[in-house]
């Protein structure tokens, strides 16, 4: 159900999209096992908060890129974060911990949660992540993903990561 949500939305936009049916994974390293191989950028997905969790920030990235918390909360002028809950997650975006992606903005119905994407992806060529759900994985062109993006209220920052 989640998952064809944002399948209906995708063709809505016109956007065309691959599923890989996988087994479920909860990390980017459990993905890595059981994703065959692919010519698409997996992106990592970190669900955050500030201090006192009134405002929540997602960050999208390449899989392979290390996040340092404290450099990203410097570098983008924001105060002490730290990781979300899996209550919260729930709340603003009605995904599970290891379902998180871009596609969760679909359920903010306040345009409460900001995105922040590495723009290494814009270059990417294809991208690869979950639709909701961690048992299928959707590759679609990196430009099409910022058609999807630009589709969204939600405020977006394509930042240096």
Not at 4 to 29: G, M, R
Not at 84 to 96: G, N, Q
Not at 123 to 147: C, M, Q, R
């Amino acid at each position: 159900m989640k998952a064809q949500k944002v399948y209906d939305l995708l063709n809505e936009l016109s956007i065309p999209f691959e599923i890989i049916e996988h087994e479920a994974a909860l990390t980017v390293e459990e993905m890595e096992g059981v994703l065959p191989e692919m010519d698409a950028q997996v992106c990592k997905n970190l669900f955050l908060r500030d201090q006192k969790g009134k405002q929540h920030y997602l960050v999208v990235m390449a899989k392979e890129k290390p996040f340092n918390l404290k450099q990203f909360e410097e570098k983008q002028g924001l105060g002490k974060m730290s990781f979300a809950s899996e209550k919260r997650l729930m709340k603003y975006l009605d995904v599970p911990s290891g379902s998180v992606s871009p596609f969760g903005l679909i359920n903010d119905d306040n345009d409460h949660v900001i995105l922040y994407i590495d723009t290494d992806l814009k270059s990417a060529g294809k991208v690869g992540v979950h639709p909701n759900v961690n048992n299928a994985t959707i590759t679609f062109s990196s430009s099409d993903l910022e058609k999807y993006l630009k589709s969204l209220d939600n405020d977006i920052y394509w930042v240096e990561l």
